[in-house]
Nanobody, 128 residues
Framework: QVQLAESGGGLVQPGGSLRLSCRAS????????AGWFRQAPGEEREFVAA????????YYTDSVKGRFTISRDNAKNTVFLQMDSLKPEDTAVYYC?????????????????????WGQGTQVTVSS
């Protein structure tokens, strides 16, 4: 069984930065596709960013392109989401997810149904 634990959320002013971390336990993150999703109050969960199982490809939703960066540190068994130039509309609970399959295609990595393991979420609030 895999457990994912997110950290790094908090309150930040518009234009500020945060780095979310997602640490896996129970199995290695290496070789697993991973993604970040978010859910704002009253909204459906949406895709934010993903990294393919072999780290070759990364994908982002249009609203965060150029501002967010997903990366992985296999030695720390951790996936990161660096968020810069944050906007109030980025406010949401952010969830980390991992798949047991070696997905690399965009349409797979953007679909929440492709992920087998989910973290408990971390709140990100962007407000002045």
């Amino acid at each position: 069984q895999v457990q994912l634990a997110e950290s790094g959320g908090g309150l930040v002013q518009p234009g500020g930065s945060l780095r979310l971390s997602c640490r896996a336990s129970g199995r290695t993150f290496s070789g697993a596709a991973a993604g970040w999703f978010r859910q704002a109050p009253g909204e459906e969960r949406e895709f934010v960013a993903a990294i393919s199982w072999n780290d070759v490809s990364t994908y982002y939703t249009d609203s965060v392109k150029g501002r967010f960066t997903i990366s992985r540190d296999n030695a720390k068994n951790t996936v990161f989401l660096q968020m810069d130039s944050l906007k109030p509309e980025d406010t949401a609970v952010y969830y980390c997810a991992a798949s047991s399959r070696r997905y690399s295609l965009e349409y797979n990595l953007k679909s929440g149904s492709r992920y087998d393991y989910w973290g408990q979420g971390t709140q990100v609030t962007v407000s002045s």
